[in-house]
Nanobody, 125 residues
Framework: QVQLVESGGGLVQAGGSLRLSCAAS????????MGWFRQAPGKEREVVAA????????YYIDSVKGRFIISRDNAKNTVYLQMNSLKPEDTAVYYC??????????????????WGQGTQVTVSS
């Protein structure tokens, strides 16, 4: 069983920055596939960024490339999502996801078995 606890959401003006954190349980965190998803009202959940391993293998959706950075600190069992140059369309509930058995960069919701509780990010114009 993997537990995920997110933090770092909030209200920010357009152009601002936020950093989301996701603390995970488990002794083999460094080998978990990790992802950040978001869901805006009336829209489907979508992947924002994902990673596997610690060698820089990452994925970003086009709309956040160059603005968001996913990273992990294996010593702290924590994955981060640094969000810069935020736009109103980034407003959503953001979810951290993990899977200890997936050994690649996963970009689909069904590829993750464990989810955080979600944290609200609101970007005002």
């Amino acid at each position: 069983q993997v537990q995920l606890v997110e933090s770092g959401g909030g209200l920010v003006q357009a152009g601002g920055s936020l950093r989301l954190s996701c603390a995970a349980s488990g002794r083999t965190f460094s080998r978990y596939a990790m992802g950040w998803f978001r869901q805006a009202p009336g829209k489907e959940r979508e992947v924002v960024a994902a990673m596997y391993g610690s060698d820089g293998n990452t994925y970003y959706i086009d709309s956040v490339k160059g603005r968001f950075i996913i990273s992990r600190d294996n010593a702290k069992n924590t994955v981060y999502l640094q969000m810069n140059s935020l736009k109103p369309e980034d407003t959503a509930v953001y979810y951290c996801a993990a899977d200890p058995d997936t050994k690649y960069i996963a970009t689909m919701s069904y590829e993750y078995h464990y989810w955080g509780q979600g944290t609200q990010v609101t970007v005002s114009s």
